[in-house]
C-alpha cells in the first residue's frame, strides 16, 4: 500500500502540468525577450524612414495639389496683384487681389486635405530590409505597414519677395507657404509628422522704381 502511494506521487511530481509548461514559459520569456531587443533596436529606424518617406509623399503631394489648383483655376500674376500706374506708365502700387487670393487658398487647403487622406499605404510602407541599414538590401522584404492614422491641421499663407533682376527691374515673386500635419499609424504607435513647403504661385518683372506701398493680402497695407 505504501509503495503503491509512493509510485502515485512520483507520477504526479514527474508526469504533473509543472514540467510540460516550463519549457513553454522559456520560450514565450525568451521570444519576448528577442522582441523587445529587437524593437529597440529597429523602432527608431522605423520612425526615422517613415516620417522621411512621408515627408517626400506629402510634399510631392502639394507641390501636385498647388499645380492643379493653379491649372484648373487659370489664375497668373494678374490675378493676384493689380498693378496700378500713373499718368505716364510709371508702376506707383501693387494691390493685392484679397477676394480671389483667398479663394486660391482655400482651393488649395482642401486640395492638399484630399491628397494626404489618399495617400496610398504601398507607398508609405516600409520594407524590412531598409530598416537594416544595408543599401543592398533596400528596398528587400516584406513591409512593415505605414499609414496616415489622421490629418491634422493644414494651413497656408502668401509671401511675397522682391529681388532685383538687372538695371531698374525687380523681380516680383508670391509664394504660397503651406504647413501640414499628419499622424502615422506604425506598429504599436502613432507618429506625428508635420510638412513645410513653399511654392510659387506668381511672379513677373517690374520695370520701374518698386513701388512704396503694396497691400499685402491678408494684413492690408504694407511698404
Do not use: W
Not at 496683384?81 to 499718368?87: A, L, M, Q, R, W
Not at 495617400?119 to 524590412?128: I, Q, Y
Not at 506668381?202 to 497691400?215: N, S
Amino acid at each position: 500500500m505504501l509503495l503503491e502511494l509512493r509510485r502515485r506521487l512520483a507520477r504526479m511530481k514527474y508526469d504533473g502540468p509543472l514540467p510540460v509548461l516550463l519549457p513553454i514559459a522559456a520560450a514565450l520569456l525568451l521570444a519576448g525577450l528577442v522582441i523587445h531587443l529587437v524593437n529597440g533596436q529597429l523602432r527608431p529606424i522605423l520612425e526615422t524612414v517613415a516620417s522621411n518617406q512621408a515627408t517626400n509623399l506629402m510634399t510631392r503631394a502639394i507641390d501636385a495639389a498647388v499645380d492643379d489648383c493653379l491649372t484648373e483655376s487659370g489664375m497668373d500674376y494678374g490675378d493676384f496683384v493689380s498693378v496700378v500706374t500713373d499718368g505716364e506708365g510709371r508702376v506707383t502700387s501693387l494691390n493685392g487681389n484679397t477676394a480671389e487670393a483667398s479663394r486660391f487658398r482655400r482651393q488649395v487647403t482642401e486640395s492638399v486635405i484630399e491628397a494626404i487622406q489618399g495617400l496610398d499605404e504601398k507607398d508609405l510602407g516600409v520594407p524590412l530590409g531598409n530598416l537594416t541599414g544595408q543599401l543592398l538590401l533596400s528596398g528587400v522584404g516584406p513591409s512593415v505597414r505605414v499609414r496616415v492614422y489622421s490629418v491634422g491641421s493644414v494651413t497656408a499663407e502668401y509671401a511675397n519677395s522682391f529681388t532685383a533682376a538687372g538695371v531698374n527691374q525687380t523681380h516680383h515673386q508670391i509664394d504660397l507657404v503651406v504647413d501640414a500635419a499628419v499622424n502615422l499609424f506604425l506598429p504599436g504607435e502613432v507618429l506625428p509628422v508635420t510638412v513645410h513647403s513653399t511654392v510659387c504661385v506668381a511672379e513677373t518683372v517690374i520695370v520701374g522704381e518698386t513701388p512704396d506701398t503694396y497691400l499685402n493680402f491678408d494684413r492690408g497695407a504694407a511698404g
